[in-house]
């Protein structure tokens, strides 16, 4: 599939969960601030500093997402990739409906749409070494959920798992850097990323 009939598709799965989800969040104080960016709000913000926010098609370039895969030296899979290019939003917490759990999901402001995924990989980042590419978090933050990028597909696609961050945080550093260290760590959860975002953002289907 070409890259526009991917960002077509990832445009589609969002905007069917925008129109059924709730979208309401704490206004921007400052554009470094986390919040609901201006160009994503709608109307008046309440007294409380909420506001509702609307979906907006996204205006990064494939260049941006070539920067972010040299900085770490990754490559990300197609459909993961046609998800960045696609919308910004801000749906940072979504639910497997294969799992009933809770995702906490790297969203895509329209300020800065890939400082939740550059937070992540930092965060994590001596597992890029042992080929798990972390780019969301299983539960309430516990621990990441990875693309396995040890073996690519012909199709550019790898495995998803997750990885528990309390047997993590036992191996420390160095451990995370050597797949021998955590690869039995891993619990397999979807086939590619395609799969999960099919499944995270069909959550709200009846």
């Known amino acids: 599939m ?3 009939d991917d960002v077509d598709w ?3 799965l969002i905007d069917g969960y925008a129109g059924r989800a709730f979208r309401m969040g704490v206004a921007q104080a400052d554009l470094d601030d ?3 960016p201006l160009q994503m709000q709608v109307g008046a913000v309440d007294p409380d500093g909420w506001v509702e926010w609307r979906v907006l098609p996204s205006t990064l370039a494939e260049g941006d997402i070539i920067r972010l895969e040299t900085e770490y030296r990754i490559m990300l899979p197609p459909a993961f990739r046609a998800y960045l290019l696609a919308r910004f939003h801000l749906f940072d917490q979504l639910r497997s ?3 009933d759990q809770q995702i906490l999901m790297t969203d895509t402001p329209a300020q ?3 400082k939740p995924l550059h937070e992540i990989i930092a965060a994590w980042r001596p597992l890029l070494e042992a080929s798990y590419l972390p780019f969301a978090q299983w539960g309430d933050g516990w621990g990441p959920i990875c693309f396995d990028t040890a ?3 012909p199709d550019g696609e790898y495995a998803v798992i997750w990885l528990d961050h309390e047997p993590l945080i036992s191996v420390g550093p160095d451990g995370c850097r050597r797949r021998e260290a955590i690869s039995g760590l891993a ?3 979807y086939a590619s990323s395609k799969e999960f975002l099919e499944d995270v953002f069909s959550s709200l289907d009846t």
């Open 112 to 114: 800065h749409p890939l």
């Open 187 to 189: 619990q397999p959860l």
């Open 151 to 153: 073996q690519r597909r």
């Open 2 to 4: 070409a890259l526009q």
């Open 97 to 99: 409906r294969r799992y």
């Open 34 to 36: 986390a919040g609901v």
């Open 10 to 12: 990832a445009g589609q």
